[in-house]
């Protein structure tokens, strides 16, 4: 048995405050923080000695007394801004600047402030891994650390640095899709690679008022944990406390570890087998000026709607070794790209790979700060005119279906003379002779009063979407924010153009075909000697919000598979369902009718 001890250092009591009134937080006021929930306690300071010395040594004390195995640090990274004396004091040593009071990543002291922070937390991080490694070289500190695009340490050095790391993303909540697990794995697999991930999953539910001693829905925590383990991470369930006030989430979690358990020869996964990658950016977020996630998430719920095998890919992680395992890469509003970034996303052209972009990308540098043009501008074809136009009201997208006949893009959009258009749309020059041009743009035009609502131009020439191809390689760009808006709007049009794109772009055979109703989350993978391909049942009312009250099953569906490397599968079986299902092989491609599937459904192949 492994054992993990957890330290909490977010929070101290009077005596600690009286003895070292520096070790306590401050706010921009110059005011002590008192703590938010225990009104008896003090938030300390992350940053400054109580971490870095006195944490320091609690650790090396538990590690010598109990030779525990590592020790998971919750809340180790402060409690937002704290203005105390050694952090003033620090940061002006660093930097020359006193601490920022905007938050506009533009003001260099703030600019500044983000990249000391996160030096000053890895320095911390690797303090107490030391101290504790000096007394169990086996052991190791696990920060509670990482995330997406909006999370504050980089993931790429988060990457180097841990052996392994817990995903706490333990419930949704709000408008959370029910795929955001999932999206957490491969936020953390892009920069951790195949290294183990846990993800937390909590028993109770997940919301601002902290209810932690309830107990959820077992619907929802089985589909929640369905997600997560089809998305690779290792399911560790958390409970406050040890008392049991309401012991409904024993049967649940007991059913749930009992199934993985029977499978668990097929979850140790070797590699992802998508095809299809999609970029998050922290440091557009850290210094663009927008922290927006929507562009992700609405490229996010249009692979789920598509069925489409996808991971994540981190910007700065954009080497031939993390990215040939790609056909395409999208890059959603990929505001900040440096030069070199530019540069790797060329050669993954050149080398054959295909590119979608929308909206600003590159039109920043790696800093934030706006270029006179796309830093892509060559790859798109398409140069900035230096304006941007929005929010747009009633404006449209014309489908040219005479120009562009039959035209992959407008796939499933036949009969659409013209669909919605976006919010926000950049002003473009093309820089070359675009072959087709399917959409064109019908400019704003008044929606009040009722006898105003007209177009007032049926037609331009204005494309908004630029489609360019070079051998094998395909680059789609659209100068509008497509994905956020169908974050937003959820119109079934832009997925059409959404799906439509990336299959265009990625231009080959795809390694699974999944067709039936519903929406299910698909993932693939190789172990050693098996394939899999996930099936994970999101088709519910209360999908867009839950709890997920009952699991409903969806009907049949037909999965083709093509195996790679010419093998052939030896044995065909569906692990939940426990039954061999109808296969049909046809060279190195099988077909496999799942008859029916309740939350999770895993295809399981043997091969030779
Ligand atoms: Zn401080």
């Known amino acids: 048995m492994v054992v993990i001890a957890r330290t909490d250092p977010h929070a101290t009591y009077d005596d600690v405050a009286a003895t070292h009134p520096d070790w306590i937080a401050v706010d921009a006021s110059g005011n002590k923080r008192r703590h938010w929930a225990s009104p008896e306690m003090w938030v300390t300071c992350g940053l400054g000695p109580y971490n870095f010395e006195f944490m320091t040594d609690v650790k090396k004390e538990i590690m010598s007394r109990y030779k525990v195995d590592g020790i998971f640090i919750n809340r180790w990274d402060g409690s937002g801004m704290c ?70 340490l980089d993931m790429k050095k988060i990457g180097e640095l841990a052996p392994t790391l817990m995903a706490d993303r333990q419930a949704r909540s709000g408008l959370m899709a029910p795929w955001a697990i999932g999206k957490n794995a491969k936020e953390y697999r892009a920069a951790l690679g195949m290294k183990p991930i846990v993800g937390i999953f909590s028993i109770g539910l997940e919301e601002p008022e902290r209810w932690k001693d309830s107990v959820q829905n077992g619907a929802e ?46 979850l140790r ?20 000026t927008s922290r927006e996630e929507g562009h992700v998430n609405g490229w996010y719920q249009a692979l789920i709607e598509a069925r489409i095998p996808f991971e994540l890919v981190h910007d700065r992680l954009l080497d031939a070794a993390h ?52 830093g892509l501008a060559d790859l798109f074809g398409v140069g900035w005119k230096g304006r941007t136009e929005g929010p747009m009201q009633n404006s449209y997208l014309r489908l040219e279906h005479d120009a562009a006949p039959g035209h992959q893009m407008l796939r499933g959009l036949e009969d659409a003379p013209r669909i919605i258009n976006g ?33 007032r131009v049926e037609k331009t020439d204005i494309a ?8 094998k390689s395909r680059v789609v760009y659209f100068p509008w924010d497509i994905d956020r808006t169908f974050w937003e709007v959820l119109s079934v049009d832009h997925f059409k153009l959404l799906r439509n794109a990336v299959e265009w772009a990625t231009n080959e ?28 049942n999101l088709t519910n009312p209360m999908m867009m919000k839950g709890p997920i009250r009952e699991l409903i099953p969806i009907s049949e569906q037909k999965v083709r598979i093509r195996l790679p490397d010419g093998l052939r599968a030896k044995k065909v079986h569906l692990l939940a369902a426990d039954k061999s299902p109808r296969a049909q092989h046809n060279g190195t491609e099988l077909t496999v009718t799942v008859p029916s599937i309740l939350d999770h459904e895993i295809i399981a192949i043997d091969v030779g």
């Open 83 to 152: 203005y105390c004396e050694h952090c003033r004091k620090n940061f002006k040593d660093a930097s020359g600047f006193e601490l920022p009071r905007s938050n506009n990543p533009q003001d260099p002291a703030r600019l500044a402030y983000i990249l000391w922070r996160q030096q000053r937390l890895f320095d911390l991080w690797q303090t107490w891994d030391r101290a504790v490694r000096t007394i169990n070289p086996d052991s190791c500190v696990i920060p509670n650390t990482g995330g997406g695009a909006t999370s504050s």
């Open 221 to 266: 925590i089985r589909l929640w944990v369905a997600d997560l383990v089809a998305n690779g991470m290792r399911p560790w369930f958390t409970k406050f406390g040890g008392v049991l006030h309401d012991e409904r989430w024993l049967k649940p979690v007991e059913d749930i570890y009992r199934r993985l358990a029977g499978w668990e020869k097929y």
């Open 269 to 288: 996964n070797e590699r992802p087998l998508a095809r299809v990658g999609v970029v998050y950016s922290q440091q557009s977020n850290w210094f663009g």
């Open 323 to 374: 990215i040939s395992q790609f056909k395409t890469l999208i890059l959603p509003n990929i505001a900040a790209l440096s030069d070199a970034q530019c540069d790797q996303l060329r050669a993954f052209v050149t080398n054959g790979g295909s590119v979608i972009a929308t909206y600003e990308t590159s039109i920043c540098d790696e800093w934030g700060v706006r270029r006179k043009d796309f």
């Open 423 to 455: 919010v926000w749309r950049l002003e473009v020059e093309p820089r070359e002779k675009f072959a087709q041009v399917p959409l064109t743009l019908i400019p704003s035009y008044p929606d009040l009063p009722m006898e105003k609502v007209y177009p």
């Open 464 to 471: 908004e979407v630029f489609l360019r191809e070079s051998g």
């Open 509 to 536: 055979e795809p390694s699974v075909t999944v067709t039936g109703h519903g929406v299910l989350d698909v993932t693939a993978w190789r172990q050693k000697n098996s394939f899999t391909v996930h099936l994970v």
